[in-house]
């Protein structure tokens, strides 16, 4: 029994959110609701469905976390976030539109691998970019958003932070990167359905260095906040509106154990009923009956024409005697 109970905290524990999921920003065309913990695989599907593309994997709870309402203004863009090596987002969950406990199950290159294979399956006319902002500047200085030449942040401006010390030198070039692509981001493109990837790594490290209730991380956290914020408002306007952000958190330590734990609950759990019926829009019922009535009026008028015609007389006006009249004069 003792043992069981072992087993049963482990699996919890294992399955327990350890990250974070937020939207910053969505058109009012879709909307994002939540239902529990997400699990990052669904995130690629989610998203998929948020771009219009038709995910993989068709799960009850992928269309039950996002609503679609006008899908003639679908966004044309995603922006993602993902902040590498810890377990929780830099800012408060009043900065996010809908703010998802994540399962941790997968990489997060996965996540972009699988999203950007679905946006080149339809269209080659896509602005596709995947930065990982720990790369810095030098290798980053040329991208597809142009070139970024990020603006040094003064030493003056840093309290508890060190640029002298390595971790928070890196972590404040990736900062000052953000920037950049937020200023880079003015630029207008016409093209299908654009995917930006920004990969921030080098909060993980200030943190294990300074401890994550220090001053120090404090301020790594609010700077983080608000390069998210810029980039955000950057891509929010470039495409008016119609674009999805997000940001999220990806402990790749976390990946495979929370992977296998989930899989063995697949396998052994007995198939779940929901008891929560479709949502449907407010445009269904006008539809419904549109189609309804239709289809009533149709086949009503349908079997008047047939009985009408069944009860012609076979008369020199009718169709029936122009298609008969040969073999009625030869039978004469």
Not at 205 to 218: F, I, Q, W
Request: net charge negative; with cysteine; glycine share 4%.
């Amino acid at each position: 029994m003792l043992r069981q109970l072992s087993l049963l905290f482990a699996v919890l524990a294992a399955v327990h959110a350890n990250g974070n999921l937020a939207v910053l920003h969505s058109p009012d065309s879709i909307e994002f609701t939540v239902n529990g913990k997400i699990e990052q695989s669904n995130v690629k599907e989610m998203m998929s469905a948020a771009l219009g593309y038709t995910g993989k994997q068709r799960e009850s709870y992928t269309e039950q976390s996002i609503a679609i309402w006008d899908p003639f203004a679908l966004p044309k863009a995603l922006v993602a976030i993902p902040i590498d090596g810890v377990e929780k987002l830099p800012f408060p969950t009043y900065k996010a539109k809908v703010w998802y406990p994540l399962i941790v199950d997968e990489a997060e290159e996965t996540t972009w691998q699988a999203i950007r294979s679905r946006v080149e399956e339809r269209s080659n006319d896509n602005t596709l970019v995947r930065i990982n902002l720990g790369d810095g500047v030098d290798a980053l200085g040329q991208s597809a958003l142009g070139e970024l030449k990020p603006a040094n942040m003064e030493k003056e401006k840093l309290k508890s932070l060190n640029s002298e010390v390595e971790e928070d030198r890196k972590f404040v070039e990736e900062i000052q990167l953000l920037h950049a692509v937020a200023d880079n981001a003015a630029k207008k493109h016409d093209s299908g359905t654009d995917v930006y990837w920004l990969v921030v790594s080098g909060l993980k490290p200030v943190l294990d260095l300074h401890g994550n209730t220090s001053a120090a991380a404090e301020e790594a956290s609010t700077l983080l906040s608000d390069a998210i914020d810029h980039v955000s408002n950057a891509f929010v306007n470039t495409y008016d509106g119609k674009i999805v952000v997000a940001a999220f958190t990806n402990d790749a330590s976390k990946v495979r154990n929370a992977r296998s734990v989930l899989e063995r609950q697949r396998r052994e759990a007995p198939p779940e009923f929901s008891g929560r019926a479709k949502t449907y829009t407010e445009d269904y019922p006008v539809i419904f009956n549109i189609m309804l009535w239709f289809g009533v009026v149709f086949v009503f008028s349908l079997l008047a024409i047939c009985i009408a015609i069944a009860d012609m007389d076979p008369g020199r006006d009718s169709i029936i005697y122009r298609m008969t009249s040969n073999r009625m004069k030869k039978d004469n």
